[in-house]
């Protein structure tokens, strides 16, 4: 059994990622900054902590991260236009907890980020996106650097339909879609799996088992 912490422990993905690990027998730990959102992850079987991505600092998430064995990054800021908000919560909410994993002794973490922020952006597009695209390409870079145990997965558009249970997966796929709860069945699986640590991959619905395709994901080749 693990205990993991789920950064970002009230978003969409990880509400559908609790039920998973305590299905595999694991303790999410699910960091909140309201007491509302505590109670609903504990109904999902997390255990709640309270912490505030935007305001803490390194040493609030390393006492977050206490008796945890594994940290998922699963924040986002939003879609409420806000670029500032951006780098606050998808850059600087990601580097923290990089920082404070490592200050904590945990070598594990996978992150969800975005497909496709490594390529340009088009120069028609809104200054919030360029800030989404900027925040996640970065934060992705400092923890390949960090010396942690890494995997970033790396969504196509994100929806609320049912899972699927099977993705297209690769260093590169085509764009589309993928249920929030399949994302959350492939970081679980990527948690199980030590053959992913230093992997990073684009995701989205395919024909794929989740497993199966988990299982073959590609290395970072830099």
């Not at 990622?17 to 299905?23: E, Q």
């Not at 006492?63 to 594994?70: I, N, P, R, S, T």
Request: negative net charge; hydrophobic residues 45%; proline residues 6%.
């Amino acid at each position: 059994m693990s205990r993991i912490a789920v950064v970002g422990g009230h978003g969409a993905v990880a509400r559908q990622l609790h039920p998973l690990l305590v299905a595999a027998g694991h303790t999410p730990v699910a960091l909140v900054r309201r007491d509302a959102h505590a109670r609903e992850v504990a109904a999902l079987g997390a255990e709640p902590r309270m912490l505030d991505i935007e305001a803490s600092g390194v040493d609030a998430f390393v006492e977050a991260f206490a008796g945890c064995d594994a940290v998922v990054f699963a924040a986002g800021g939003g879609p409420d236009g806000n670029a500032e908000r951006k780098q606050r919560v998808d850059l600087e909410g990601s580097t923290k907890s990089t920082e404070a994993a490592r200050r904590a002794g945990i070598a594990r973490f996978v992150q969800v980020s975005a497909m496709s922020v490594d390529q340009p952006v088009p120069g028609d597009a809104a200054p919030v996106w360029r800030a989404y695209v900027a925040a996640k390409r970065e934060a992705d870079a400092v923890l390949r650097d960090s010396g942690l145990d890494w995997t970033v997965v790396r969504p196509g558009a994100l929806t609320n339909d049912p899972p699927t249970g099977a993705v297209d997966l690769g260093v590169t796929v085509s764009r589309g879609s993928i249920p929030r709860a399949d994302v959350a069945a492939v970081v679980a699986a990527c948690l199980a799996d030590p053959g992913t640590v230093g992997a990073q991959f684009e995701v989205v619905s395919g024909d794929v088992p989740i497993a199966t395709a988990v299982a073959s994901a590609p290395r970072f080749a830099g």
